[in-house]
C-alpha cells in the first residue's frame, strides 16, 4: 500500500503562482500513474492532471496552459505547479496514486481571493 503525503497549498491572489508537492512512501514500485484531482464545495471531485510511470500527462481543459504536472523520482515525489490561478480554483487538491490498489492523500486546501 501507498501513503501519500501532501504540502504546499495556501492562500494567493488572483494571477499568483503556488507549487503542490506529495511524498509518496511505501509499495512505491507497484505505483503506474500519479495524479491530482480537486473537490470545490458542493461540487464533485474532478481530475486536474495525471502523470503515467512513462512520463506522459494529460490535464482538465480548465488548466492547460496554467498547470503543470512533473515528477521527482529520487525524491518520490509529484508536484503540481499553478500559475495564472482564478478565484474558480479554489478547492481541496487531492494526490492519487494507481497501482495493484488505489491511494489518496489528505488533501490540501487551495484559496485564490479576488
Known amino acids: 500500500q501507498v501513503q501519500l503525503v501532501e504540502s504546499g497549498g495556501g492562500l494567493v491572489q488572483t494571477g499568483g503562482s503556488l507549487r503542490l508537492s506529495c511524498a509518496a512512501s511505501?509499495?512505491?514500485?507497484?505505483?503506474?500513474?500519479m495524479a491530482w484531482y480537486r473537490q470545490a464545495p458542493g461540487k464533485q471531485r474532478e481530475l486536474v492532471a495525471a502523470i503515467t510511470s512513462g512520463g506522459l500527462t494529460n490535464y482538465a481543459d480548465s488548466v492547460k496552459g496554467r498547470f503543470t504536472i512533473s515528477r521527482d523520482d529520487a525524491k518520490n515525489t509529484v508536484y503540481l505547479q499553478m500559475n495564472s490561478l482564478k478565484p474558480e480554483d479554489t478547492a481541496v487538491y487531492y494526490c492519487?496514486?494507481?497501482?495493484?490498489?488505489?491511494?489518496w492523500g489528505q488533501g490540501t486546501q487551495v484559496t485564490v481571493s479576488s
Open positions: 511505501g509499495s512505491i514500485f507497484s505505483v503506474n500513474a
Open positions: 492519487y496514486a494507481r497501482g495493484p490498489g488505489r491511494s
